[in-house]
């Protein structure tokens, strides 16, 4: 049985990585974390705070997360929760003026590869 090796779960701020959530579990690895490897093409890397406006815009660009998938055992986003958002999809909300909160302790450090630092600072959700 091969292992599945995972990025180092460090923050953007090279700290160790807090979890994202878990109601709904997150992450690419489905383990509350943002954690990356090679096989996460699409960088799950940004822990957001959902919003109603970025939830709409998400479904209008073709990917519908408050719709609920029990096929998949996903119950569907709301405004509030947490969840691992793709970097370049987050990147392309921002540009957009659509993009959610940023949990910044709790966004892996690989997200820093697609988003500036300064850009995700602006719409942190856990600094003072």
């Not at 690895?29 to 919003?51: K, Y």
């Not at 569907?76 to 691992?84: A, I, R, Y």
């Not at 690989?110 to 500036?116: G, I, Q, S």
């Amino acid at each position: 049985m091969n292992e599945v090796e995972i990025e180092p779960s460090m923050n953007v701020f090279d700290e160790p990585l807090i979890a994202c959530g878990s109601d709904p579990l997150t992450g690419f690895f489905r383990d509350g974390c943002c954690n990356t490897n090679d096989q996460d093409f699409g960088s799950h890397t940004v822990c957001v705070q959902m919003s109603t406006e970025f939830l709409e815009y998400s479904r209008f660009k073709g990917n519908d997360l408050s719709t609920p998938m029990p096929e998949h055992g996903f119950k569907g986003l709301k405004q509030g929760d947490s969840w691992c958002l793709c970097a370049p999809r987050w990147l392309e909300a921002h540009e957009e003026g659509m993009a959610p909160r940023v949990f910044l302790r709790r966004t892996h450090k690989k997200a820093l590869d697609v988003v500036p630092m300064a850009t995700l600072k602006k719409y942190a959700a856990d600094l003072n």
